[in-house]
């Protein structure tokens, strides 16, 4: 019965949402949509942002460099500019989506446990199909102003229902050095600069944001801001239920090369931004970050990494340590080396290889993560992954489930 | 040798006919002025016209119109959004909606004023007499702005398409400073010559401009 009221409401919610949709949409997402634009302007294989992508993400959903010459969906003003000039007799002006910026991404995964379980061949196949359902919205009130909601249904199994929202107030003091953001602050960001789990290709999550920076995600406020060769967010969150004490965030990222993080630096002669013509991918830089998470809990999360985006390649390394002081002996890190390459605008293939020390002893994990991500079409992705197992402590010497075990996945995602 | 009457009579014509070939072009170069042509080059104005005007003209003070320009309020938007105009004319803000509107100009604006709200169909007027940017907004509907820019002669012209393509005809020869106004980026200028039956190519470059 409990199925199918959830399933009766999420295909209501599905219903709804289309018909709000116009009638002539390709299936597109909300930027999309107020840009009339293609996912390529913004996603080098979605989710992972293009450099313009993060300059627009950072810019609080707008385009750096006058964000009204590329709208194309008109928004609803709350008032002209000059009200400026009236405040504080009139209220400061700004400007609310016209269009509903309503995205959807479905995501489901057929998975083949390929491990030596010794199990029947019926037993070894799993398909989950939707395995989550995202609603997504996002965009900006005016010029600095911007918002983001996300709510996420996973595993209709036991249904995991994930809720972030956040609001961010920009340019306070300078352009872009100092913003606001005030919400689900952290949830999926509060990771090694340069390689956020949210940002990831492959199907799998990063092993360090499985084990040690998962569900960092609780409300709170942070300070952020950007140059063009910088950028930093300093935050304070806590716990959504209860009166814990709060934990806070340190995150910074170092970027040479390229495409700006503030949009600068890519511009042609007409003002226009610049795309490259050999790749709409492309932005050779070199990046250097780290991030620092003192919990309330007294287990500290640190962690850095360093990115080199060269043509087609990209190449990363990591490291992410968890401190726990009320246990000392079960810590854990992970160290990561990944590499991702452009064979064609429609496939982009990878590996990353992971190592988790942890204590107590015996829990060990060291994997190969190798697939490829294609693009049937600029919304629809298909991942061929597999994932394989160097060192499986906890299930060769704990005898622990053989759900961590090698396996073969194909995942088909899309997104409108 | 003696000439004829018809002779002379003749020649007299032809002399006359040859002074009026030559002159008459002469007279029309004293009375013909020139042509501005060019482009505003920044993408701002796919969003928003450009006003491109000469600053200022020597002895040439133009006078108001006769007839007074208008600004309607219809369909909850001014039109035209953007109206030159010359120092000292005077202009009918109309009320073509169904609605109440009101027009006044915010802190900044050359000319400060306020027409208080008023019905469909009634038409208020303002005299402007000071040079510079006139911003008109309605404080029933906060999303309606227009723009009255005050001048010192009637040479101007808004960019025609979303290139920024403008033309300027008639300018008296001479020397001028030529401005670019748009309501998202300052003024920038260029100084220009102007020869009579003649046209002169201006490009405003997009790195001149910057955001207000």
């Known amino acids: 019965m409990k199925k199918l009221i959830f399933w009766t409401l999420i295909l209501s919610i599905t ?46 959903y707008k385009m750096p460099e006058g964000d009204e010459i590329y709208v194309k969906d008109p928004p609803v003003s709350m008032g002209a500019e000059a009200y400026k000039r009236v405040w504080p007799k009139a209220v400061w002006p700004s400007d609310i989506p016209g269009l509903p910026p309503i995205s959807l991404r479905v995501i489901g995964d057929l998975e083949v446990d390929i491990g030596d379980t010794g199990d029947s061949k019926d037993n070894r196949t799993k398909i989950e199909f939707p395995h989550e359902l995202e609603i997504l919205s996002g965009g ?34 300078w352009r872009n050095y100092f913003n606001i953001k005030a919400g689900s602050i952290g949830m999926n960001e509060i990771d090694p600069p340069n390689t956020r789990d949210h940002a990831r290709i492959t199907k799998s999550h990063y092993l360090f944001h499985e084990r040690i920076t998962k569900g960092l995600g609780d409300p709170g406020v942070e300070a952020n801001g950007f140059g063009k060769n910088w950028r930093y967010a300093a935050g304070w969150v806590k716990p959504q239920d209860g009166f814990a004490d709060g934990s806070y965030y340190l995150q910074a990222a170092l970027k040479f090369g390229g495409l700006g993080f503030d949009g600068t630096g890519g511009t042609t002669e007409e003002g226009l931004l610049e795309t490259t013509p050999a790749g709409y991918w492309r932005d050779d830089a070199i990046f250097f970050g780290g991030f620092v998470f003192k919990g309330d809990d007294n287990i500290n999360r640190y962690g850095v990494d360093a990115r080199w985006n060269f043509k087609d390649l990209v190449l990363a390394v990591g490291y992410v340590k968890e401190d726990n002081d009320i246990a000392p002996n079960s810590d854990e890190n992970v160290v990561f080396v990944e590499a991702e390459y452009f064979f064609f605008p429609w496939m982009q293939s990878y590996a990353r290889y992971e190592r988790l020390d942890a204590d107590p002893v015996n829990s060990d994990l060291a994997r190969l993560v190798i697939g490829a991500a294609l693009l049937a079409r600029a919304n629809v992705k298909v991942n061929l992954e597999g994932m394989f197992f160097t060192d499986n402590e906890p299930r060769e010497i704990l005898g622990l489930d053989k759900d961590v075990d090698n396996r073969v996945f194909l995942r088909l995602d899309y997104a409108f | 040798m003696r000439i004829s009457r018809g002779s002379i ?17 002469l007279s029309s170069l004293a009375e013909e002025g020139g042509t501005i042509k060019g482009l505003v080059k920044t993408p701002w104005v796919r969003r928003y016209q450009a006003l491109v005007y000469i600053d200022r003209v020597e002895g040439k003070e133009a006078l108001p119109p006769k007839e007074n320009p208008f600004v309607s309020q219809a369909g909850l938007v001014f039109k035209p959004r953007i ?11 109309t009320n073509d909606d169904t609605v109440v509107h009101n027009v006044f100009a915010p802190p900044g604006s050359a000319k400060r004023f306020n027409l208080g709200t008023y019905g469909q169909g009634v038409s208020k007027a303002v005299t402007f007499d000071t040079l510079g940017e006139v911003t008109l907004l309605c404080n029933v509907h906060p999303e309606m702005v227009g723009f009255v820019i005050v001048l010192q002669n009637s040479y101007s012209a808004l960019t025609s398409d979303k290139k920024g393509n403008f033309e300027i005809k008639n300018v008296p020869p001479g020397k001028y400073r030529l401005k670019v106004w748009h309501e998202k980026l300052k003024d920038v200028y260029q100084e220009v010559v102007v020869e009579a039956g003649k046209t002169v190519s201006v490009e405003f470059k997009k790195k001149a401009f910057k955001r207000r």
């Open chain 2, 83 to 93: 109206l030159p105009i010359v120092k000292g004319t005077t202009v009918d803000f």
């Open chain 1, 15 to 60: 219903v709804l949402l289309l018909n709000l949709s116009p009638k002539n949409a390709e299936a597109v997402p909300a930027f999309a949509r107020k840009y009339k634009t293609a996912c390529m302007t913004c996603h080098a294989t979605y989710p992972r942002q293009t450099a313009l992508g993060e300059a627009f993400r950072l810019n609080g």
């Open chain 1, 140 to 173: 900006s009130f005016g010029d600095n102003m911007s918002f983001w909601v996300e709510l996420e249904f996973e595993e209709p199994a036991d249904p995991e229902i994930a809720f972030s929202a956040w609001l961010m107030w920009e340019d306070i003091i």
């Open chain 2, 9 to 25: 009579t003749i020649i007299c014509w032809m002399i006359l006919l040859a002074l009026f070939v030559v002159t008459k072009p």
